[in-house]
């Protein structure tokens, strides 16, 4: 067996001795069986694609016929290792999670194939060529890492290509993650690539995960869809749920896949809808706590003792990347919890349950009910946080309005 990090630089040479560069990359068919289709050679600025079948040995050089034949591009069906494969999230079935691969594995006889991904420890310290160093620290301690290896049949490739989704036939394995789960793997895909894994999951599975996608990622996928697939869905899921999303689309895409429900479904939508008057943004407060992925806890702990009476309230800290998007929260007994050396990004939710300026205030609180929550961050169409709306402040107005 081989590893990807083994290879990566190593000098190509011919039989008869003449240098070619070295090696940076493979191509694969992704495919059930991924064999490896070619090797790809750098030089300074130029580039190389030579046939696998041209490799003769593979020691501390790698060895090629004299009379191999370049080409310049990769076939349709053909992947990179390097672009598609190593450092990419892909779906472990056997553990029903979602890992990183940190190494690729090879296979050699009787031909070259990707055998399976490192998705352990000793895939980061193996690029290094740190295996035997980390390893003899360790052993003062009583430990050690080792490979945390995964066939090729053991993982789901999600999405392997630009604009292309590479699925194995064991589609349904995708089940055995929990709906949220793969909600926040799938919020990493392009639109069309999300509607491509959606289509191929059991519809009553398929709804739960479109409950739990994030706003944005809810609305950029009912404004690709085709609006008799958006009815459809829509059919299947919660009349809130279906009543906010409706709201965040225009009038006229609104209006045309609300004209495709039946009454029965489209009623309750329309009453939702047609509740509130009131824009959600005059309810919502600006004074709410804030932390970065990685702070760590005792940096969040210090700076909320110092600051906690800025804050009307202060149940929930959201946290927000360099770039200004909600990425997690977190509640306070969380954070009390926690190591104070442990980063936020560790121990916060990613699936944050949020409200859009056009969400009615009813929906609002239905869905502060469903989650046993006590405040709604609201969201712009960039995901960026524009302010809180906390349950009080959300019957008081009511009751004022029904008064």
């Known amino acids: ?17 003449n240098t ?65 494969l190593l450092n990419q999230q892909i779906i472990d079935i056997r553990g029903n999670k979602v890992v990183r691969v940190n190494d690729v594995a090879i296979q050699q006889k009787p031909y070259y194939v990707v055998a399976g991904v490192d998705v352990g420890l000793m895939g980061i310290a193996r690029w290094f060529h740190g295996e035997k160093i980390v390893n003899s620290i360790l052993s003062k301690f009583g430990k ?36 949220e789960d793969l909600a926040d793997h799938l919020e990493r895909l392009s639109v069309k690539n999300l509607s491509k894994v959606l289509d191929i999951l059991p519809t009553e599975y ?29 059919s299947r899921i919660d009349a809130d749920e279906a009543a906010d999303i409706l709201l965040s689309l225009s009038h006229k895409r609104r209006e045309l896949i609300l004209s495709l429900l039946s009454m029965e479904t489209r009623a309750p939508i329309d009453y939702l809808m047609q509740l509130s008057k009131t824009d959600i943004g005059d309810l919502a407060t600006n004074e709410f706590a804030k932390a970065d992925p990685e702070e760590s806890a005792g940096q969040v702990k210090a700076r909320l003792k110092k600051t906690a009476e800025d804050y009307a309230h202060l149940t929930y800290v959201y946290v927000v990347n360099k ?30 349950v949020v409200i859009s300026l056009t969400t009615p205030k009813e929906i609002a609180l239905k869905k ?36």
Do not use: C
Request: aromatic share 6%.
């Open 1 to 17: 067996m081989l590893y990807f990090s083994e290879l990566t630089n190593l000098h190509v040479v011919t039989t008869e001795g």
């Open 20 to 84: 070619l560069g070295k090696l940076t990359d493979f191509y694969f068919l992704g495919a059930d069986q991924p064999l490896i289709t070619k090797v790809i050679i750098t030089q300074s600025k130029d580039t190389r694609i030579i046939p696998i079948t041209k490799i003769k040995t593979v020691n501390a050089s790698i060895v090629v016929s004299t009379d191999y034949q370049t080409t310049t591009t990769p076939a349709e069906n053909e992947l990179s290792i390097k672009t598609h």
């Open 144 to 179: 050690s890492i080792t490979s945390d290896f995964l066939s090729w049949d053991d993982i789901q490739p999600v999405e392997l290509s630009s604009g292309k989704v590479v699925l194995k036939h064991e589609e349904t394995k995708l089940t055995r993650l929990a709906p």
């Open 206 to 234: 398929e709804t739960d995960v479109i409950e739990n996608l994030n706003v944005s990622r809810q609305r950029a996928l009912f404004r690709t869809i085709k609006p008799e697939q958006s009815a459809d869905i829509l």
């Open 323 to 352: 770039k200004g998007v909600l990425v997690g929260v977190f509640n306070l007994q969380e954070l009390i919890q926690a190591n104070n050396d442990t980063p936020v990004y560790k121990f916060m939710t990613p699936n944050v």
């Open 368 to 403: 502060m009910i469903k989650y046993k929550i006590y405040a709604l961050p609201v969201i712009s169409e960039k995901r960026h946080i524009l302010g809180i709306v906390a349950l009080d402040d959300l019957l008081e107005k009511m009751e004022n309005t029904i008064g």
